[in-house]
């Protein structure tokens, strides 16, 4: 039976959320990203080893995203674990050993995508019961925001001439501060499950397209992921000062979390298949711009048409596939997250492939761009035409 042994507070509610997500996002899944050219320039790491590490990440994302149904846990509980194997993890990350790295990296992104799933179960079910669940778009700004912190963080650290070993390091500290509203909340939250019994629901058509947005969504995944990964590698190769192509990550993190709190009323006038389709073509655009133009100015466009639109994307297909399969809808979020993480495998998979080929490997990064470019104008122009039918 649930039992509640007092009421938490609104504010330690959203704060709990708000940085579970940013620690989960910003350290568990990205913090690689701006780590990447600091740990190229030290020797630790060349391109096709960090796109190995990239994607034992993305493997663990999915592993995470396709298991988290299975936990009969409480999801406040699954959260709370789930951030300090993060903070170990990523700890840990400063010892030696790129097959080390593969699996640290690999248990963060299983364990980010249980803090992903367990939050939006607890904290939403919490901000309900507090009847204030018009902040759970703010809750979610708390991946842009965590993305942009940890970016700040690393290009701050990395001017004054820390060591990558030290800043892995620091990330696992800061982790557990971050965990720390969660922890303080967690014995007076309803001790909701992860899951919840199964429930026979009736029959309901398939509507048409709906399998075309499970595949457009995982495009999404496969089409953001190398420019997420390598826009501060990509400014590093065409600026030398850290202290500017440090800033790619941070723009990035920053639209991210500006566009989740616009996104909710853009969508309230607009169709989302619509929007969806309109972010997934400028997601197109910025993923092909640095790899026809390398310059500063077209790594920072690309993190802004990029960063700003993949959360977007990301709502949008939720609340689509909740509006199509409307009796029953976990199993297609469910289908929905695979699909993504398949596609975020594919995006590292694919660049460490064309890395490995002499004959192109210089140019193996902008052919990976130029292929997510086009998955998604492909993928746009089918959305495109499923919101004009």
Request: glycine content about 10%; hydrophobic content about 55%.
């Amino acid at each position: 039976m649930a039992t509640i042994k007092h009421s938490p507070s609104l504010l330690f509610v959203s704060l709990a959320g708000v940085l579970s997500l940013a620690a989960a996002m910003g350290i568990g899944r990205f913090a690689f990203t701006p780590m990447l050219p600091l740990m190229v320039q030290e020797g630790h790491l060349d391109a096709a080893q960090a796109s190995w590490l990239a994607a034992a990440n993305y493997v663990g994302y999915f592993v995470g995203a396709v298991t988290a149904s299975r936990l009969r846990v409480s999801a406040a509980l699954l959260a709370l674990a789930s951030l300090i194997m993060i903070a170990l993890s990523t700890a840990a990350m400063s010892l030696p050993g790129n097959m080390l790295w593969m699996g640290l990296r690999f248990v963060s992104g299983v364990c980010s995508a249980w803090v992903f799933v367990a939050t939006s179960v607890w904290c939403l079910g919490a901000l309900a019961r507090l009847r204030r669940q018009d902040l759970g778009a703010r809750v979610y700004s708390g991946v842009g925001a965590g993305i942009a912190a940890v970016g700040v963080y690393c290009l701050a650290v990395t001017v004054i001439g820390m060591r990558s070993q030290l800043i892995w390091l620091h990330l696992g500290l800061w982790t557990i501060v971050a965990a720390a509203p969660l922890a303080w909340v967690v014995g007076s939250l309803e001790n909701e499950p992860l899951t919840k019994p199964f429930v026979a629901h009736p029959s309901q058509p398939l509507p048409g397209g709906t399998v075309g947005i499970v595949a457009s969504y995982g495009i999404m995944g496969f089409g953001y992921i190398l420019p997420a990964t390598f826009l501060p590698e990509l400014a590093r190769s065409v600026v030398a000062d850290p202290a500017v192509f440090g800033l790619a990550w941070p723009v990035f993190g920053a639209t991210a979390a500006v566009s989740t709190l616009m996104a909710g009323p853009w969508m309230r006038r607009a169709s989302r298949l619509r929007v969806w389709a309109v972010c997934q073509a400028l997601m197109g655009a910025g993923a092909l711009l640095p790899s026809l133009w390398l310059h500063p100015v077209s790594i920072v466009i690309s993190a802004v048409l990029v960063g700003g639109t993949f959360m977007v994307i990301t709502l949008a297909g939720v609340q689509e596939i909740r509006a199509r399969i409307n009796l029953n809808p976990g199993p297609w979020v469910g289908y929905l997250t695979a699909a993504f993480a398949l596609g975020q495998i594919a995006g590292p998979v694919v660049s460490a492939l064309l890395f490995s080929q002499p004959a192109i490997a210089g140019h193996a990064l902008d052919l990976g761009l130029q292929a997510s470019a086009l998955c998604l104008f492909v993928s746009a122009f089918w959305l495109w035409r499923q919101s004009a039918g």
